[in-house]
């Protein structure tokens, strides 16, 4: 019997992409990562709230594992899963597209093959169009403007490791319009406290949370950092009430804007509460007890280029006071078993990251700070290539 039934697609961090899924899903649900790139989960593929997702790339049904055999049983398997999928479908014409993840497979291994899959569809009296691969996997933008993931359309998913092969069937991918609206349709935006991406402001919301439901209109998330709103903005749209408090009155006033403007293109979300404070966050006494926390704190100044040793150490300096004061302040504001997840800095120098000591200090504060194991326990940063300041996310329940 085949257990485990879907398939992620991690993003281009896998590991932050990996706790993000095992923090809604983990316990029962085994998870184990095959490839850099993939993971498998014994859930089925309708049981998982893609959409909230912000690290994954695809959602698939596992058609088949087995033990790695020769090209000529991966392509009788191919041919079965196919006939079986084309047999259900509807429309004479399909378009057919195919991802491998297997370091060793060529893309003229993978033309070939496709070729061989376009002729046995024929046979049955379909017609078949093939979506070209550029590279041995599909974008999920070709996936998404080829509709694959809708009836009558395919993507079959090839994942090779030493021991085995499993074929998967797409069923969802990130739905790259949607948030390319959230990203840059936003009506105030600000490059100098840096963006944001939707994705992590989900990743972010999802580590302060174990629950994969939309509907959480009972609960109440605080951003007690919330410049533009971003976090404000992915919550509601996942089904919190929110807070929103920021030290800048027109920060106040672009989250304000922000999210009428949400309001007005996301219906769904018009019943649900929003409230925005000036605050600062180091002494503010929130009137009410929010049942999460998720932001990005205040990450010091934006570097262009690598700063000089004394600068850096100036900005350390001032992001850990503020943060440590935020964190003392909002301790005595909580109950116990809090759950939150902040992102702090990190600095890239000499191919390592430099760490704020405050994470050293997290116990004495009041913290028991979460460590993952199915990343091994490793530290949590979101970084991307040529950046200096990256963001070191901590995972935290009041103790
Ligand atoms: C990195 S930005 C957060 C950006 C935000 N995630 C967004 O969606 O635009 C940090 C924010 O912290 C605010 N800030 C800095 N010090 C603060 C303090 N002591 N209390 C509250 N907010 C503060 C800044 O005004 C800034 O808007």
């Known amino acids: 019997m085949l257990m485990t039934k879907s398939l992620i697609i991690l993003g281009r961090q896998p590991e932050l992409s990996l706790v993000e899924i095992f923090s809604l899903y983990g316990g029962k649900n085994q998870i184990s990562q095959i490839t850099d790139q993939t993971a498998l989960i014994n859930l089925n593929h309708s049981d998982i709230n893609f959409k909230r997702l912000g690290g994954s790339i695809k959602l698939a049904e596992v058609l088949s594992i087995e033990a790695i055999t020769t090209n000529q049983n991966l392509l009788t398997n191919l041919k079965q899963h196919l006939q079986k999928i084309i047999f259900e479908a509807e429309n004479k014409k399909i378009n057919l597209g195919m991802s491998f993840y297997d370091p060793k497979i060529s893309l ?57 092969i499993i074929i998967a069937q797409t069923k969802q991918v990130q739905d790259i319009n949607d948030y390319t609206k959230r990203d840059r349709y936003r009506p105030k935006r600000d490059s100098r406290i840096g963006m944001l991406p939707p994705k992590l402001a989900q990743i972010i919301i999802n580590l302060a949370n174990n629950d994969p439901s939309d509907d959480n209109s009972h609960k109440t998330l605080l951003d007690p950092f919330c410049g533009t709103g971003v976090i404000l903005q992915e919550a509601l749209l996942m089904g919190y009430n929110v807070i929103g408090t920021d030290i800048l009155s027109n920060m106040i006033s672009a989250s304000s804007q922000n999210i009428n403007w949400l309001k007005n293109n996301y219906p769904k979300i018009t019943k ?41 150490k100036q900005t350390m300096n001032d ?15 909580l109950p116990n078993q809090t759950k939150m997840c902040i992102a702090i800095p990190a600095w890239y120098q000499s191919e390592s990251f430099i760490h704020l000591p405050l994470i050293d200090q997290l116990e004495q504060i009041g913290y028991n700070h979460l460590s993952f194991e199915i990343i091994n326990n490793r530290p949590l940063i979101y970084h991307r290539t040529g950046q200096f300041v990256a963001r070191e996310l901590l995972v935290l329940q009041t103790n």
């Open 272 to 312: 649900l509460t929003s409230e925005f404070m000036l605050a600062d966050a180091t002494n503010f006494k929130w009137d009410k007890t929010p049942d999460l926390i998720a932001c990005e704190t205040y990450l010091g100044k934006p570097f262009t280029a690598p700063p000089t040793t004394e600068i850096l």
């Open 319 to 333: 992001c850990q006071l503020i943060i440590k004061k935020f964190l003392i302040n909002l301790r005595t504001r």
């Open 108 to 164: 003229s291994e993978i033309n070939k093959l496709k070729m061989i899959l376009k002729s046995f569809i024929k046979s049955f009296n379909k017609s078949i169009r093939l979506i070209p691969n550029t590279t041995t996997q599909l974008s999920s933008a070709q996936v998404y403007h080829n509709n694959l993931t809708t009836n009558n359309n395919i993507e079959l998913i090839v994942v090779k490791d030493d021991k085995q």
